[in-house]
């Protein structure tokens, strides 16, 4: 008896925070400013984009370039380094008429 009344109360806790969180009364975000001080903008996810098409989204010339020594001399290509040539795939409004 214990144990029913404890999975349907557990079952109602989760219904009111599905129905909490679909319909945005729960955010977890600051009221923070869109730029920083510096200016730069700060990136927040909105969405998930899927995909069944490869996205290359590696600026490889631009990382070729300030790399060549590297690359030519046969020495090793970090994560580290390659990380500032990763690009984002940034979301486009386009009006569907």
């Given amino acids: 008896m214990k144990n029913k009344t404890g999975i349907i109360i557990l079952a109602c806790v989760l219904v009111v925070s599905f129905i909490l969180g679909v319909t945005g009364a729960i955010t977890f975000a600051k009221n923070e400013p869109a730029d920083n001080t510096d200016g730069a903008s700060k990136d927040r996810l909105i969405g998930v984009f899927i995909t069944t098409e490869h996205l290359d989204l590696f600026d490889f010339e631009s ?5 060549v020594d590297k690359v030519l001399s046969g020495g090793e290509i970090s994560s580290s380094d390659s990380a500032l040539y990763e690009d984002k795939l940034y979301a486009i409004l386009v009006d569907d008429p």
């Fill in 63 to 67: 990382y070729f370039q300030d790399n």
